[in-house]
């Protein structure tokens, strides 16, 4: 599975993501990630009803779900113009102290027409007085360019929204990068220096890789 993501092959992940579902395979923290990665790229109505239900089962039976996976999850749900359950993903992460978390709670402001709470957001970031110890917030470009273009319409905000962008770049804490790039970026794992979504998978029954395992069944 891990490989077909790392190929692009997104509908013959899911195929193997199901049949790992129907054979009753457990996920393990990892799995969780490949998973919802796969239904945000897939992005459709039917992918986030596979990634509900995996989430909704993970919280069943008790698993920890990653800050990561929870993120593909709220991204999924934007993508698919469902802001209430995104904004309901993202208040149980435990700890959304991350650029993408960062980002994803501004678009969920963004497509909930919160858009004074989302001023008082960026507000908060672009203040100048903070302590250079003090991890500052960072936004997408293209984040803030959607913002841009909600606000165009309301000439308050916009003269206000104009001030806080040139402050944030003042400050530095305007980035290039996509949200889709933030998400699916590939921190190494501090121990074996894999990359997260290309760690290889493993069947606890025969020791091979799951995906060839769940392909040869």
Known sequence: MDMLFIKGKYESAL??????????????HDSYVLAFAICYKL?????????????????????ILSRRACCFAVALALNQNEAAKAASIFSQIMN??????????????????????????????????VSQFVKRYEFSEEVLAKVREKVKDVPSLTARFDELYKKLHVHGQVTSYTLDALLCHTPRDRRSHTPLLHR??????????????????
């Open 15 to 28: 195929e193997v993501l199901i049949e790992m579902k129907n054979q009753d395979v457990r996920f393990n």
């Open 43 to 63: 992005n459709s109505p039917e992918s986030l009803k596979i990634c509900t239900t995996l989430r909704e089962d993970a919280l069943i039976k008790g698993d």
């Open 96 to 129: 959304p102290e991350s650029i993408t978390c960062t980002n994803l709670n501004v678009m969920i402001h963004l497509q909930s027409n919160m858009l004074e709470p989302l001023m008082e957001i960026l507000q908060g970031a672009a203040k100048g007085n």
């Open 200 to 217: 290889r998978k493993v069947s606890q029954r025969t020791l091979q890789p799951l995906s060839q395992f769940l392909l040869a069944e």
